[in-house]
């Protein structure tokens, strides 16, 4: 299958049948997100993986009560750094650094550079743009689940505060961005299952310049 047959199969589902998605795809959709590009390849973001019924049924509850919260199989949530801080920044190339074998000296200045130009910003710009990157990693998750004919909703309906607070993803230095519950259609009880998928036209929606 290519990837535009996939995203042509899948579609934002409604309802979901409570089937079980097997660990070895949910695996690989992680993986697939585990995988996307970043920005400076920081991978700013977390994904949280939800299968107990009741931390599920109490999302739903700040997830304005959408049933494929507690019908889907695995919910996951995506969760950006509340900031950049030199401290997480000479992390992640410490330990890029490790795994290639080569000294801190060859990334210093690209470091520094990114130092500076983030502890500039304000707290809620470098969340801002940390969010952007989590989205990198939503998009690739959902495709890697089309791929794998798993059904997805992609979520912003739910209160990130109160999501973050139930958590406790505040004291881990994260705040949601995204849901993306994971399962399988319920195809005779999705008023959206057999609709055609309507998009802007490509015409419309490619602007060249030539």
């Known amino acids: 299958m290519s990837s535009i047959e996939a995203l042509n199969w899948r579609y934002a589902t409604k309802k979901m049948n409570g089937e079980k998605v097997s ?24 994904i949280i993986v939800v299968t ?20 889907c199989s ?4 995506f969760a950006a750094w509340d900031n950049y801080t ?18 801190e000296s060859a ?14 910003r304000t707290e809620e710009e470098n969340f801002n743009h ?6 990198i990693g939503f998009g690739v998750a959902l ?11 992609p979520m912003e309906g739910f209160d990130p505060a109160e999501l973050d607070e139930l958590l406790g993803l505040r004291e881990r230095g994260l705040r949601s961005t995204t849901l993306l519950p994971l399962g399988y259609r319920d195809a ?23």
């Open 130 to 135: 940390a969010a952007k990157q989590s989205y």
């Open 107 to 120: 990334t210093a200045d690209y470091v520094n550079k990114l130092i500076g130009i983030y502890t500039s």
């Open 74 to 77: 695995h919910l996951l949530i």
């Open 188 to 210: 005779g009880g999705d008023w959206l299952v057999n609709l055609k998928k309507v998009r802007t036209p490509l015409q419309d929606f490619v602007i060249e310049f030539k």
């Open 23 to 46: 660990q070895d795809k949910v695996d690989q959709i992680l993986t697939a997100a585990h995988l996307a590009p970043t920005s400076s390849g920081l991978q700013p973001f977390k």
């Open 52 to 71: 107990n019924p009741e931390l599920k049924e109490k999302i739903k509850a700040v997830a304005y009560g959408q049933s494929q919260i507690t019908d």
């Open 86 to 103: 030199e401290e997480r920044i000479k992390a992640v190339f410490n330990h890029t650094n490790n795994e290639r074998g080569l000294p």
């Open 143 to 153: 495709t890697e689940a089309a791929f794998l004919k798993v059904d997805a909703t």
